[in-house]
């Protein structure tokens, strides 16, 4: 009997530790989040408040270039750390379940989407600022 209460503390223990990792990656992943939202919040105030900065394709060409090199480097930690996220969230999972924890609903999203949405923005932004240089210039 004192065996399998040991048993069953070590399992459970162990989907705690899972658990913890799962929300410390998960912590991580949101902050590239928010970096990714920072930058592009302040890169669309930045391009409608200041008409200078979009009175020439040169100057809209160049926040884009920048922008999309900020997005290539977010976007490759982002990718990185979601492909953890979903790891440590398999081994979460299987803790619980070994341990008897009833551990429905722990599913991030998935690559591909990730990939599709973060790459959405960004062009939703680029064809903004074009968009907004164009009509300024007219």
């Known amino acids: 009997m004192t065996e399998t209460i040991f048993i069953s503390e070590r399992l459970i223990n162990n989907a705690i530790s899972m658990l913890e990792?799962?929300?410390?990656?998960?912590?991580?992943?949101?902050?590239?989040?928010?970096y990714f939202g920072t930058v592009t919040l302040a890169v669309l105030a930045f391009s409608l408040g200041s008409e200078k900065a979009t009175k020439s394709m040169k100057e809209a060409g160049i926040i884009i270039i920048g922008y999309l090199v900020f997005c290539f480097g977010n976007y490759s930690a982002l990718y990185k750390a979601q492909a953890q996220l979903i790891e440590f969230s398999t081994y979460a999972s299987n803790?619980?379940?070994?341990?008897?924890?009833?551990?429905?609903?722990?599913?991030?999203?998935?690559?591909?989407?990730?990939?599709?949405?973060?790459?959405?923005?960004?062009?939703?932004?680029?064809?903004?600022?074009?968009?907004?240089?164009?009509?300024?210039?007219?």
Do not use: M, N
């Open 21 to 34: 990792l799962y929300q410390t990656q998960y912590t991580q992943t949101d902050k590239l989040w928010g």
């Open 95 to 138: 803790a619980a379940k070994l341990a008897g924890i009833p551990f429905k609903h722990l599913a991030p999203f998935e690559l591909a989407w990730l990939t599709g949405f973060y790459w959405c923005v960004v062009a939703a932004v680029s064809i903004g600022i074009i968009l907004i240089t164009r009509w300024r210039s007219t």
